[in-house]
């Protein structure tokens, strides 16, 4: 079946720093890919999205490129902030709008 | 208020009893899920509705029930509590059709304990 690995973490670094996590998928069909945070004793928000192969999903600084050819999508920021400590999911969509997940890579950034 | 909301919140229980959490949203989305998240293995997902009235399994089912009765709402219920439901449980929703891939919301969770 479908299944996402991701970096394990958990990832620490200083506020400033360039972040990349790495996420890449199995899939039988064509999905979506998707970033989801989860901030603490929150639930999970779309962080961002691509749809198909080179599409670019952005928001808030962070970046990720539907890589079809290396079946991934790294999520990268270039100057991560104290407020972007969360987990973050890696995650595909099938056609039954079903999501599969990665395990999560909980990030932390010091002042 | 709109959106997706779950509860309760937080809940305590012990072994072999029966509970239920509830989904509830407003926006007439047609699909519904619920996930459990546990430590090292990411969110999983229980069961899922793409309507009222159909609800089909999804990667870890077993233990669980559900129904849906009205679009909005999406109740999980476990039948005979075990130690190993001890989790925090997601309801989330979507819209559109089969292949449409939209963007699913999440409710805050379920935090339970089995005792």
């Known amino acids: 079946g479908d299944s996402v690995t991701q970096m394990e973490g958990p990832v620490t670094l200083s506020e400033e720093a360039f972040l990349t996590i790495n996420c890449t998928y199995t899939?039988?069909?064509?999905?979506?890919l998707f970033w989801y945070v989860q901030y603490p004793g929150e639930g999970l928000q779309l962080l961002l999205k691509?749809?198909?192969?080179?599409d670019k999903g952005s928001n808030k600084g962070f970046e990720a490129t539907y890589r079809k050819e290396t079946t991934s999508f790294h999520l990268e920021k270039g100057s991560v902030q104290v407020s972007d400590s969360a987990v973050y999911f890696c995650?595909?969509?099938?056609?039954?709008?079903?999501?599969?997940f990665g395990q999560g890579t909980r990030l932390t950034i010091n002042p | 208020d709109a959106g997706i909301t779950q509860s309760p919140r937080y809940k305590i229980t012990e072994t072999g009893r029966q509970v239920t959490l509830m989904c509830h949203q407003t926006?007439?989305?047609?699909?519904m899920f619920w996930y459990r998240q546990d430590l090292g293995h990411g969110l999983r997902l229980i069961y899922y509705?793409?309507?009222?009235?159909?609800?089909d399994k999804g990667e870890v089912p077993d233990g669980y029930v559900v129904s849906r009765s009205k679009t909005e709402n999406f109740p999980l219920t476990l039948e005979s509590a075990t130690r190993s439901q001890t989790s925090v449980y997601f309801c989330?929703?979507?819209?559109?059709?089969?292949?449409?891939?939209?963007?699913?919301?999440f409710g805050p969770g379920t935090r339970l304990l089995v005792l």
């Open positions: 989330a929703s979507t819209d559109g059709s089969r292949g449409s891939r939209k963007t699913q919301y």
């Open positions: 899939a039988t069909g064509y999905p979506s």
């Open positions: 691509a749809t198909k192969a080179d």
């Open positions: 995650a595909l969509s099938d056609l039954a709008q079903k999501l599969v």
């Open positions: 926006w007439s989305h047609s699909y």
């Open positions: 509705s793409a309507a009222a009235d159909i609800t």
